[in-house]
């Protein structure tokens, strides 16, 4: 499939439809700066009515920075507490600016990319998207290949100084995946989207 067929179809994949659904009424039950909570009272195809909650959330990018050294392939991952299953998680670097919410994905990957690993890559290929959990919310993924990286300071929030990066042998991160130690949904989707054409 050429690029530009790749593009269409990644357009028509994202096009959405009411897939029979009729929505009857709908109230934001809880929110904050970064979440909403909607409950949305709706009539099934089938013609029985019923209640969806959905978590409503920005989109967020998610980078796989692909470098070398000594003429191996490495991968950088950052290592991170994530509160609400109370573990230590394995992932590519990837982040959300709420305070922006219409920022470029593209700005927002490469800035993601420096405050969370230091990394600044000459080339940002966006590879796709993803939908993180479709069945309770609208968050959309922008997937990016960071190459030709230049290793600088990192600039981590306040709330994210927990955070450590790694950059290991692509074959380690591979390991990884395959011994379930790289548990991350999105990570997996990443490496499985950016492995399905031949980039890693």
């Not at 959330?57 to 980078?63: L, N, P, T």
Request: net charge negative; hydrophobic share 35%; glycine share 10%.
């Amino acid at each position: 499939m050429t690029e530009q067929n790749a593009t269409k179809a990644e357009k028509a994949a994202d096009e959405p439809d009411d897939g029979g659904y009729v929505t009857l009424s709908t109230r934001i039950a809880y929110e904050n700066p970064w979440t909403k909570l909607r409950e949305d009272i709706i009539r099934r195809p089938n013609g029985q009515d019923g209640l969806y909650g959905i978590v409503e959330r920005g989109d967020f990018v998610v980078i796989l920075p692909l470098g070398e050294k000594d003429g191996e392939k490495t991968v950088t991952l950052i290592r991170q507490f994530r509160y609400p299953v109370r573990r230590r998680m394995w992932e590519l670097p990837m982040g959300m600016w709420e305070t922006r919410p219409d920022a470029h994905p593209d700005e927002v990957a490469a800035g993601e990319l420096r405050e969370e690993t230091g990394l600044i890559a000459d080339t940002m290929q966006h590879i796709g998207i993803t939908w993180q959990g479709a069945g309770y919310s609208t968050q959309r993924g922008h997937v990016y290949l960071a190459t030709g990286l230049t290793q600088g300071p990192n600039d981590l929030e306040s709330t994210e100084e927990d955070i450590t990066c790694h950059t290991l042998p692509l074959t380690e991160v591979k390991r990884m995946i395959r011994d379930n130690e790289i548990t991350c949904m999105v990570t997996l989707a990443v490496f499985a989207m950016i492995g399905s054409r031949g980039l890693i």
